[in-house]
């Protein structure tokens, strides 16, 4: 039953008023819909009932109220580094138009050893789901460092056996002990620069909403950060696990660069022990809870780990990937695993090309593709609806077995 449909209908039974986003004196949830606790229980029965084998499109999570993409802004936050250099980060702020309320935040960070300076091509997918639902989306362009800035950054972290400085022409000529490395600027490293970067990227970017959501800035009124998810894809995915308290071997050493302000964080394509300086005591928490002045923010925070058997890349492998769900401590953690290999390392970027010529050489249904996104898409505005806007609705779709349902059974959803 689509979600406008079933509103209506329990709205008829229960005298809601307006389901078209009035609110009724002292039933707002601040979630953006006027509703009681027995509508809600109302809502989630019909879910549970509506969705059925022969309508798996009543299993999909919808949230009540959806928004056009509004006002874009584009802002370079700057801040000094390790190194003593001013690093300047570009972002895109995405809000949806009609927002009359502060709206929670979900900050984006890329995939990719090489980093990007233009923020406006970043979660272009994955930004329009959030928006729609009611979000402000930040996207972030985690700035590539040019030679010389790689080497300080070598020097500033006394590490100079990872930095290279073989000569490549691309990255098949870079590889030292077993250890493969990535070709910038003409000459080979051996450790992804950005693995520091992101996380202290992510702290500046936060900082820098801080001040632009106070008294007579830009963004007052318009933004809580209270209710921060930060997400991101595959590299962007490890920088998730640091922020949420996963600590990483950078430069021989594990380094602890977790953040407090996040209130959840989404991991799509994440890595998994022995990749990219991660390792099972990184992933259990253990680490960090040696390393922690707050050992309770190491790995406890709400979690959503989206990857499948589909999603290898040349140096990581699908079953690593979801070791850093299978790890991590039990608590608010979850994890849709596709079990078809068309689902391809990008689809969880939100994109649907590596699907498709995945189907046209290796055969299969390319609509297949679109409804991975329909599935990815269902259990991750639900995850923020739980996390951010407390909804019930979508606590309660967490719970269920609809993902699975939703997939036909081709994907797994799993809780610790």
């Known amino acids: 039953m689509p979600d406008r449909l079933l509103l209506l209908t329990f709205c008829v039974a229960l005298g809601c008023g307006d389901v078209d986003g009035s609110r009724d004196a002292g039933l707002d949830d601040g979630g953006g819909v006027a509703r009681d606790a027995a509508m809600d229980a109302a809502m989630d029965a019909a879910m549970r009932e509506g969705c059925r084998a022969d309508d798996l499109e009543a299993c999909a999570f ?87 800035a790689f080497d300080a950054l070598c020097v500033a972290l006394d590490w100079t056996d990872g930095c290279g400085g073989d000569a490549c022409v691309d990255a098949s000529e870079c590889s030292a002990g077993g250890e493969s490395g990535i070709c910038v600027d003409g000459g080979c490293r051996y450790w992804k620069h950005l693995s520091w970067d992101r996380p202290h990227d992510v702290r500046a970017v936060l900082d820098h909403l801080e001040v632009a959501a106070s008294a007579g800035m830009p963004l007052e009124g318009s933004i809580d950060l209270s209710r921060v998810i930060y997400a991101g894809h595959s590299a962007g995915a490890g920088a998730t696990m640091m922020v949420a308290g996963a600590t990483r071997q950078i430069a021989g050493e594990d380094m602890l660069l977790l953040d407090p302000r996040p209130v959840a964080f989404l991991s799509a394509s994440p ?8 390792t099972e005591a990184s992933l259990t928490g253990e680490a960090c809870r040696a390393l922690a002045t707050d050992p309770g923010l190491c790995l406890t925070r709400p979690h959503l780990t989206l990857t499948g058997v589909g999603d290898d890349t040349s140096d990581h492998v699908a079953e690593n990937r979801r ?80 993902p699975e349902r939703l997939a036909g059974g081709a994907a797994s959803w799993e809780h610790r």
């Open 62 to 148: 919808v949230p009540t109220e959806r928004f056009d993409v509004g006002a874009m802004m584009t802002r370079q936050v700057s801040y000094e580094d390790v190194t003593g250099e001013t690093r300047v980060v570009q972002v895109e702020i995405r809000r949806p138009r009609g927002a009359t309320e502060p709206t929670p935040v979900v900050l984006w960070s890329h995939g990719g050893a090489s980093g990007k300076r233009d923020a406006t091509t970043v979660g272009t997918g994955w930004g329009e789901v959030f928006v729609r639902a009611g979000y402000t989306f930040v996207a972030i362009a985690h700035t590539p460092r040019d030679r010389a």
């Open 271 to 278: 890595q998994g022990p022995g990749d990219d300086g991660f």
């Open 323 to 402: 070791l850093s769900f299978d790890l991590a401590p039990s608590g608010d953690r979850h994890l849709l695993w596709i079990e078809e290999e068309a689902a391809r390392h990008t689809t969880f970027e939100y994109g649907t090309e590596a699907c498709e010529r995945h189907v046209r050489d290796e055969g299969g249904d390319a609509a297949r593709c679109e409804a991975y996104l329909v599935w990815l898409r269902s259990v991750a505005v639900a995850f923020a609806q739980a996390v951010a806007r407390d909804d019930e609705v979508a606590r309660a779709y967490l719970s269920s077995d609809d």
